[in-house]
């Protein structure tokens, strides 16, 4: 089994940024996908940065050019660093790495706080 555990997260002003991290317990492999994804109360959670495992990197339109998804396979972690922050961006932000094993499997962390004020 696999833990993944958020941190980073807080409140912070317009145009300010934060760093994400998320820290497996161990290892991983067989990755096939990680993201980051994002949840605002009375919405539904999206997807917001993906890197695959050939470190391929995706956003969505509204983070365009002001997040960053990477990795350090030494530590373990992701990362999402967010920049230009905007009131909109306030959400619960969870990571999650999907691996191939005999089938696909899909680890999630608790998720982390981040709040925006204008």
């Known amino acids: 089994q696999v833990q993944l555990v958020e941190s980073g997260g807080g409140l912070v002003q317009a145009g300010g940024s934060l760093r994400l991290s998320c820290a497996a317990s161990?290892?991983?492999?067989?990755?096939?996908?990680m993201g980051w994804y994002r949840q605002a109360p009375g919405k539904q959670r999206e997807l917001v940065a993906a890197m695959t495992s050939s470190e391929t990197t995706s956003y969505a339109e509204p983070v365009k050019g002001r997040f960053s998804i990477s990795r350090d396979n030494a530590k373990n972690t992701v990362y999402l660093q967010m920049n230009s922050l905007k009131p909109e961006d306030t959400a619960v932000y969870y990571c999650?790495?999907?691996?191939?094993?005999?089938?696909?499997?899909?680890?999630w962390g608790q998720g982390t706080q981040v709040t925006v004020s204008s």
């Open positions: 161990r290892t991983i492999f067989g990755i096939v996908f």
């Open positions: 999650s790495v999907q691996v191939q094993s005999w089938r696909l499997i899909d680890y």
